[in-house]
Each structure stands twice: as C-alpha cells, then as structure tokens.
C-alpha cells in the first residue's frame, strides 16, 4: 500500500504561481509513475501531468504545458506540481496519484490517491 498527501493548495490570484507537493509513505519503494489530476465542479476528473519515478518522462495535458512543470525528489519521496500563469480555469480540487503501469493519461490506471488540495483562481 502506497499512502499519498498533497499540499499546497490555495487562493491565488490570475497570472500567479503556486507549488503543490505530495508525499509519499508506505510501499514507496516500488517504482510507480507518480501523476497529478484535477476535477473540478460539476466535471470530471481530468488529466494534469505525469512522470516516470525515475523521471525520465514526463507528460502534460495541453491545457497545462508550458505553465505547469512536474517534478520529484526521490530522497524526500515527494512529488511536486509547480504550477505558473495561474487561469480561472485552473480552479479544481488537485489530486497526487500512483500508477501500476498502463496508460498514463488515464486516472483508471493510478492505484493509490490522495485526499486532495484545493486551487482557487480569482480573476
């Protein structure tokens, strides 16, 4: 069992910046790909970024590449999702996700989810 906790979520205004980070604990030594999802009211949740544990890949929605970067600190067992350019369409609740294997893009392939981080952009 994987145990996953992001943080950093909050109220920010349009244009800014903000760093989520998620924690790892438990069965961290398996090398699962680590993503970032996001849901926001009343859709569903949706694709953010994904990496490689090793980091050697990493992928983006398009609605995201170019502002968002993600990245991890094996030591620390922590993911981060360095987000700038912040839209009002950015505003969701941000889930840290553990994957198997499988295609990436897809939340059905993440075994192990965090509780969430809120992300509200004002305009």
């Known amino acids: 069992q994987v145990q996953l906790a992001e943080s950093g979520g909050e109220l920010v205004q349009a244009g800014g910046s903000l760093r989520l980070s998620c924690v790892a604990s438990?069965?961290?030594?398996?090398?699962?790909?680590m993503g970032w999802f996001r849901q926001a009211p009343g859709k569903e949740r949706e694709f953010v970024a994904t990496m490689t544990w090793g980091g050697d890949n990493t992928y983006y929605a398009d609605s995201v590449k170019g502002r968002f970067t993600i990245s991890r600190d094996n030591a620390k067992n922590t993911v981060y999702l360095q987000m700038y350019s912040l839209k009002p369409d950015d505003t969701a609740v941000y889930y840290c996700?553990?994957?198997?294997?499988?295609?990436?893009?897809?939340?059905?392939?993440?075994?192990?989810w965090g509780q969430g981080t809120q992300v509200t952009v004002s305009s």
């Open positions: 438990g069965r961290t030594k398996n090398t699962y790909p």
């Open positions: 996700a553990a994957a198997l294997g499988g295609d990436l893009y897809n939340a059905q392939s993440y075994a192990y």
